[in-house]
Antibody
Framework: QVQLQESGPGLVKPSETLSLTCTVSGGSVSSDTDYWTWIRQPPGKGLEWIGYLYDSGRTNYNPSLKSRLAMSLDTSKNQFSLNLTSATAADTAVYYC????????????WGQGKLVTVSS | DIQMTQFPFALSASVGDRVTITCRASQSIASFLNWYQQKPGQAPKVLIYVASNLQSGVPSRFSGSGSGTDYTLTISSLQPEDVGTYFCQQSYNTPRTFGQGTRVEIK
């Protein structure tokens, strides 16, 4: 049973970079049968797909965030990370990391979520 | 991007009632439609994948159907623990997109 856990600062200043890490246990971020995904949910709102990592480091980003987004894998720590530059209040959300199955696309394991607030 | 429209926005039903939630895609998504349940303060949990496949461990009162652009999630007999918000998601292409959610309450 794969488990995921988000970590990182809960408060980010406007214009700074929002950085989060997801630690995976019970599975491997090097797996070529899993897509390591970030999703966010602004308070009281719906879910937004941010993007995923696959095939040992290839990426697929949401075009709406692509210009500010970078994701990476750290296979030595079995982690994957999210960096979102030039943060604004609109980036305030609960950020989830999750595992998606490549062929079918559903998200079958999720972290508990990390609230990140962008505020001065 | 594929737009996903869910309805109703919210519903209130009695324990034991049959509940149906609908999700419509802006184009055909060839059954690549997944349903999630989110309880307050928790991460979403997948219930149904690829339109009609029950995720392991999910009670059999949950079922999914549909094709093309129109899909439904049915709870055959609503239970108190089913309170929460339900989201559909298309995995036909990227960016993946979600419906806006349906809040389910007990009357």
């Amino acid at each position: 049973q794969v488990q995921l856990q988000e970590s990182g600062p809960g408060l980010v200043k406007p214009s700074e970079t929002l950085s989060l890490t997801c630690t995976v246990s019970g599975g491997s971020v090097s797996s070529d049968t899993d897509y390591w995904t970030w999703i966010r949910q602004p308070p009281g709102k719906g879910l937004e797909w941010i993007g995923y990592l696959y095939d040992s480091g290839r990426t697929n980003y949401n075009p709406s965030l692509k210009s500010r987004l970078a994701m990476s894998l750290d296979t030595s720590k079995n982690q994957f990370s999210l960096n979102l530059t030039s943060a604004t209040a609109a980036d305030t959300a609960v950020y989830y990391c999750a595992r998606a199955k490549p062929m079918l696309g559903h998200l079958d394991s999720w972290g508990q979520g990390k609230l990140v607030t962008v505020s001065s | 991007d594929i737009q996903m429209t869910q309805f109703p926005f919210a519903l209130s039903a009695s324990v034991g009632d049959r509940v149906t939630i609908t999700c419509r895609a802006s184009q055909s998504i060839a059954s690549f439609l997944n349903w999630y349940q989110q309880k307050p303060g928790q991460a979403p949990k997948v219930l149904i994948y690829v339109a009609s496949n029950l995720q392991s461990g999910v009670p059999s009162r949950f079922s999914g159907s549909g094709s093309g652009t129109d899909y439904t999630l049915t709870i055959s007999s609503l239970q108190p623990e089913d309170v929460g918000t339900y989201f559909c998601q298309q995995s036909y292409n990227t960016p993946r997109t979600f419906g806006q959610g349906t809040r389910v309450e007990i009357k």
